[in-house]
Structures are given as C-alpha cells and as structure tokens.
C-alpha cells in the first residue's frame, strides 16, 4: 500500500531531550515536507526536501532541523524540544512534476 | 499578508443539504494550485479535491466541486447532499508556482464543519 508512515504517532516528552520523528513513504517521491498544525493556525510548513541532500526552510523552521539521506526518509529532529513545540506533526510527500500532497497519519508531541 | 484566508471557523449544515465553505487566496503567481483537504476527528489530511489557476472548469470529484473564482481570488468548496460523514476539519490550500517558492504549500486555519441528522 502506497503511504507516509510516521512515528511515533504519541509521544511525551520533557523540554529539552532531543528526539527524532521518523518519516518514511514508499512511493518514491522526490518531494518531502513536515508541517505542524495548531488550533487556530492551520497547518504551518516546517522544513521541505524536494530530493536527496536538498532541503529547505519552511514558514516555521526555528527550533528543527531536517536531513534528506535517501529518499524515502525525512526525518525531522527536536534538538532542544520546548514546549512551545508541542503540536501535531505532519510528513508529506509528493512526486515530482505532481500537486498533490500525501499526508502521514500525524505525531502528536507533547513537550512538558 | 495571510496567503489562505478561511473566515468561517465554524459550519452547521443539515445532512441532504448543500454547504459552501469559503476560501480566499493571496497571490501574484499567474500559475498556481488551490486544493481541499478534510481532516476527520481520527486526525488523517484526506486529499479532496484540486484546482490549478489556468483550468477552465471547476473541477468537480463527486459531492465535492470547486467554485473557482479568478478574478475574487475565491476557491470555495461545496459539499452537496451532506452526510453525517462528512463532519470534519476542513483547509483550503495554495500552492503557488514561482521558482523559489514553488515547493511550499500554504494552508488556511480551517473550518469545522457538523452535520446535523
């Protein structure tokens, strides 16, 4: 089955412990994204990788880092979690030359 | 500017009725997307429907068609014969064509819509 797999899907965690959301999809796109949505603010872009070793900065990117090895995985790294970074996380990709985005399933990080 | 502009925070449609969800866009691109995605209580981004700023027709998936409005930079959604099921987050989003921005979409704050049996 073609997808964006996420993890963890929950997680919490305390302000300051470095952790790693793993995103992973099985379609070969060359696009990648991550994405945070707040109440009241809709999804806000992160950080964008349009293929391997390329990535970019979003509306949102202080306090994240990215890296894009391969191509299937974007994983997306807290070095210093705070809890204004708790929130729902969403990976996405899409192929190249494509509009539409494919969306994980979210990660929900709590950061006490 | 906000580049989506969603002012209906909140919708109540009675179910077998039709609703619009109203968008606004903010652009100078002449080339661009617009799309719908709905997002239920479980949480998943479901890809409803796409428009891109050179089609001619609105585009249409089913219930769901795209009154697309150039000239107002509106890009609403109607949902027609509304079901209990299609309560759920609903983002309007945009993404513009440009070189350097090209690669980002940008999402509206969303509305909530409830079906009411």
């Known amino acids: 089955e073609a997808q964006v797999t996420q993890n963890p899907r929950y997680l919490i965690t305390v302000t300051g412990k470095k952790l790693t959301v793993t995103c992973s999809q099985n379609?070969?796109?060359?696009?990648m994204s991550w994405y945070r949505q707040d109440p009241g603010l809709g999804l806000r872009q992160i950080y964008y990788s349009m293929n391997v070793e390329v990535t970019d900065k979003g509306d949102v990117p202080e306090g994240y880092k990215v890296s894009r090895k391969e191509k299937r995985n974007f994983p997306l790294i807290l070095e210093s979690p705070s809890p204004n970074q708790t929130s729902l996380y969403f990976c996405?990709?899409?192929?190249?030359?494509?509009?539409?985005?494919?969306f994980g399933a979210g990660s929900r990080l709590t950061v006490l | 500017a906000q580049k989506i502009t969603q002012t209906q925070p909140g919708m109540f449609v009675q179910e077998k009725e039709a609703v619009t969800l109203d968008c606004t866009y903010d652009?100078?691109?002449?080339?661009?997307?617009l799309f719908w995605y709905k997002q239920p209580s479980s949480g998943e981004m479901i890809f409803l429907i796409y428009?891109?700023?050179?089609?001619?027709q609105n585009a249409t998936e089913g219930r769901y068609s795209l009154n697309f409005q150039k000239a107002r930079k509106s890009a609403n959604l109607v949902i027609s014969a509304s079901q209990l099921g299609d309560s759920a987050m609903y983002f309007c989003?945009?993404?513009?064509?440009?070189?350097?921005?090209?690669?980002?979409?940008?999402f509206g704050t969303g509305t909530s819509l409830t079906v009411i049996p």
């Open positions: 996405a990709s899409r192929a190249a030359g494509a509009n539409v985005l494919t």
């Open positions: 379609m070969n796109h060359e696009y």
């Open positions: 428009q891109g700023s050179y089609d001619e």
């Open positions: 652009t100078s691109d002449q080339s661009y997307g």
């Open positions: 989003a945009m993404r513009e064509s440009t070189s350097n921005t090209g690669n980002q979409f940008y």
